[in-house]
């Protein structure tokens, strides 16, 4: 297969395949009993842990492997090529859990939280999205107010990965703390980041969804009532919540593109596979124009997808403007990956309708593609944005 090992060094590419082999002899022979029994297998996590992924683009000096964000999303789309839902458990784990506090939180937060995060023996969420904002979060309805030395804190929040897991030890919500005045006098919701700590008196768990795909994932709701934490949780500036957020949010799209990529990269090997063993009328169904032509477009988007990420990736390695190509790798990513999805499940026929097979799963799992970390719809307005375009 064409690969893009120009693209990496020495370490990046032994990184890749001992994440590869980690995933092949330990997630995918244990993935469909999973999916099955819609549960995060806690040990898998803890080998990660051990591998060191969840600390991969931190510096060693606070416990990190000392790499950069490159090998991060290798180690995430090698995890995708068969199980998407423990490769966003890492990415969402280190880019909405781990980064915030990491570039926002103080010495005493990061003392407090960063080492057993890092060590991958506990999990964080951030809660953003609600009933009625996500993209736009000018909708946010929670509210944090001061009480004294407290923040106290209502509200709600929706589709939140890591909340509700047996090692997750805190979730960062923002929430409307107050009000202030743009420059075009525009009085707008001032919208600042808050640390709650797992079991904290009023944050309410809700059940987990019952998704399409993603069944291993851990995906809940939660309410907060009356939720009473220090002033000095605060994460960063007041009033910089989900502008801070944003950065992590064009950053997680790099990860996501690289997650997208590793699914549609596993159903081009399972289809693959499946093509030259499978025999029909005297000869394997890959000698078939069609079949090979099907094929064939599948490496092609697979291969268009991985440049893209490693485009925006290495971008922001160095310190340049990334945000266009990470929407550009998004989006093409997302959509690789439901294509991707869907010829392969009918290069299986019948086989193909199976939810023990990996395609099928990938055909579940791959439409919330084009809709997390921001929708297609929000990557072609961010990519017009970036030619100059407002409509």
Known sequence: MIEADVLLDDEQRKLSQVVRDFADSVVAPAAYRYDTERRLPMEIIAQMG??????????????????????????????????????????AGVGLGIVPIYRHGSREQQERWLPDLLAGRALAAFGLTEADAGSDAGGTRTT????????????????????????????????????????????????SSIIVP??????????????????????????????????????????????????????????????????????????????????????????????????????????????????????????????????????????AAMANARDASQIFGGYGFLNENPVARHYRDAKVLEVGEGTTEVQLMIIARSLGLDG
């Open 50 to 91: 051990e591998l060191g992924l969840f600390g991969l683009p931190f510096p060693r000096e606070i416990g990190g492997q000392g790499k950069d964000y490159v090998s991060l999303c290798l180690a995430v789309e090698a995890l995708a090529r068969v199980d998407q839902s423990i490769a966003v458990t890492l990415e």
């Open 144 to 191: 944090a107010r001061l009480d004294g030395d407290e923040w106290v804190i209502d509200g709600s929040k929706q589709f939140i990965t890591n909340s509700g897991t047996p090692i997750t030890s805190l979730v960062t919500i923002t929430a409307v703390t107050g009000e202030h005045v743009s420059q075009d006098g525009e009085v707008r919701k001032e919208l």
């Open 198 to 335: 797992a079991g904290t008196p009023g944050l309410e768990v809700g059940p987990s969804y019952d998704k399409v795909g993603w069944h291993t994932s851990d995906t809940h709701p939660l309410t907060l009532t009356d939720v009473r934490v220090p002033e000095g949780n605060l994460l960063g500036e007041r009033g910089r919540g989900y502008a801070n957020f944003l950065r992590a949010l064009d950053e997680g799209r790099i990860a996501f593109a690289a997650l997208a990529t590793g699914a549609a990269q596993g159903c081009l090997e399972e289809a693959l596979r499946y093509a030259k063993e499978r025999v029909v009328f005297g000869r394997s169904i890959g000698e078939n124009q069609h079949v090979a032509f099907t094929l064939a477009r599948m490496q092609a988007r697979v291969h268009t997808a991985r440049l893209a990420w490693l485009d925006a990736a290495h971008k922001l390695v160095a310190g340049k403007p990334f945000k266009a190509e990470a929407s550009v790798a998004k989006l093409v990513g997302g959509e």
